[in-house]
């Protein structure tokens, strides 16, 4: 059995733990739960951390338990934020529940007949079985409110001047009675999570000390930023989601490929399950041709194999290589048009009808009225530039204004327009 805190500390992956658990874990078998708060019905890059310490608590031959926090979810954690945020109704709660199960099951083993097979639970199945006045009762008098104001995300919220309400003050209880209830029917004696969940993991083995006279153990991994200081996993278009629906797997692509090389080598530590030789040999060759970006390469074809498929992989190598390098109207014809729209998403759109298609007769006959004011102001603008040799229509450069219109729709029904290196215009031919 591997050590799996020796495996979390070379990744960079170690931030706190409680005295002995490391002997803990090399009795045996543990099992041990990390949470997912589903407030959206994607996880997002920054739960990637928590996903890959389960992953490597599963590859250690441990059992690892995934939470999904249908109950807490209905509350919202305060831990590291600035104001309460929206509460979520039974309905959307139960779907978001059910599209991060199908995403983590790309990660954990839940189907092995082995004793270490993931295992999914929500902890609605358990608390909604709890009525307020049992739940004070039973729980809330074994944990005194001093206790609870002395935890870092309860005292900065008060320090602020914001306030905290009762219900996300009551987080902590509930997710340490969470621990209690797998501790007691799981066996789970380990709970993992991001270091600003310290404290309400150490109130649930304080729970489980003091309600069932037992032991636990707590181990946090790190808050991952960027080397520069900004948050990680956002970009100016917001998060970046591991659903393909919300961020694309081109865009899943590039955000991998763009990370500057002090956090390239970081990250291929953390969001990697390469080992510890293959990753030092890799920087070696990337220091030693620091310009072909082997670390951000490697860390971008990992990721997103593992988060979408390999073909997803090979197609937005694909499309990168077109729209970064040298290629032609046959590369482009290769990518289906979801592809095609993710690669030039953002850039500028002009629709004409087939009737206008079919008029077109010179290359300059399309940047007549119908395109006009979007791609050039005028024909005279046009004419200027592919004399000059900066205009390309779906990647084959155009040199004679009253040569021949010649270029085929892609996809059937698109033009790509590039104005010198990086202006990109798409025609669209609508029917």
Known sequence: ?????????????????????????????????????????????????????????????????????????????????????NLLDKATLDHNVSCIQNQLSKFLDFSTDS????????????????????????????????????????????????????????????????????????????????SDQWGNIVTGTELIRRMGGGSAYALTVPLITKADGSKFGKTESGS?????????????????????????????????TLDRETIENLEMSHQEAPHLRLLQHEIAKQVTTMVHSEADYLIAQKASQILFGKSSTEDLATLDERTFLQV???????????????????????FGEMTQGVIFSSKGEARKLIQGGGLSINKEKQTDPNGAFTSQLLQGKYLLVQKGKKNYFIVEVTA
């Not at 002009?350 to 007769?361: A, G, H, P, W, Y």
Request: net charge negative; with cysteine.
């Open 115 to 194: 004793s270490n097979k993931a295992e999914l639970v929500n902890n609605y199945d358990w608390m909604s079985q709890f009525s307020f006045l049992d739940f004070i009762r039973d729980v809330g008098k074994h944990i005194t409110v001093n206790y609870m104001m002395a935890k870092d995300s309860v005292k900065r919220r008060l320090e602020e001047g914001s306030g905290l309400s009762f219900t996300e003050f009551s987080y902590q209880l509930i997710q340490g009675y969470d621990f209690y209830h797998l501790w007691k029917n799981k066996n789970c004696t380990v709970q993992l999570g991001g």
């Open 344 to 366: 030039f998403d953002g850039v500028p759109q002009v629709k004409i009808n087939k009737t206008q298609f079919e008029e077109i007769e010179t290359v300059l006959d399309l």
């Open 240 to 272: 970046v989601w591991l659903d393909p629906e919300k961020t694309s797997p081109y865009a899943f692509y590039q955000f991998w490929l763009n990370v500057s090389d002090e956090d390239a080598s970081k990250y291929i530590r953390i969001f990697t």
């Open 1 to 85: 059995m591997n050590s799996f805190i020796e495996e979390l500390r070379w990744r960079g992956m170690l931030q706190d733990m409680t005295p002995e658990i490391d002997d803990h874990l090399n009795k045996g078998m543990a099992a041990a739960y990390l949470g997912f708060d589903p407030t959206a019905d994607s996880l997002h890059i920054g739960h990637l951390v928590g996903v890959m310490t389960l992953l490597h608590f599963q590859r250690a031959g441990h059992k690892p338990y995934a939470l999904v926090g249908g109950a807490t979810g209905m509350i919202g954690d305060p831990s590291f934020k600035s104001a309460e945020r």
